[in-house]
């Protein structure tokens, strides 16, 4: 029985579910623009989502402020030059956006084991 079970396993343990969303998040930010599974794309979305969030709202505070805000998406990102990107790049990008920073377009189906294949990018990324 799932009851009360939420989110995805992937047929992974926690730590590597943890390191595959950690590391798709990561590329996510640094190239604003993944080419994943459907269902891959899902999960992370919301956490993208998130930490661009974390990032609009420390845009002008105080130091303290935007330490900690810095450690909280450390913890996620697993590259410092990606999370100063996110603070310094795409945060004040969607300053003036209410939410809705990611879209997925389908692809088709992936020619290996016919999973959905779709691409996650940012909304107004830079070319």
């Known amino acids: 029985m799932r009851h009360r079970i939420a989110g995805r396993s992937f047929g992974r ?4 579910r943890q390191a595959l ?7 996510f930010f640094r190239h604003e623009r993944i080419e994943t599974t459907q269902a891959k794309a899902k999960a992370v979305r919301a956490q993208a989502e ?5 990032a609009k709202r420390v845009d002008g505070k105080e130091a303290l402020l935007v330490a ?3 450690h909280l998406a450390q ?7 990606v999370a100063k990107k996110l603070f310094e ?3 004040p990008r969607y300053k ?14 992936s020619q290996g084991d016919g999973a959905s294949v779709v691409i996650l990018e940012l909304v107004e990324r830079e070319a």
Do not use: M
């Open 13 to 16: 343990d926690k730590d590597h």
């Open 89 to 91: 790049t795409l945060g």
């Open 50 to 54: 998130k930490l661009i969030t974390l």
């Open 75 to 81: 913890r996620t990102l697993t590259d410092k030059d």
């Open 21 to 27: 969303f950690r590391n798709l998040i990561t590329e």
């Open 68 to 70: 900690n805000a810095r």
């Open 96 to 109: 003036e956006r209410a939410g809705g920073y990611t879209r997925v377009y389908k692809v088709g189906p």
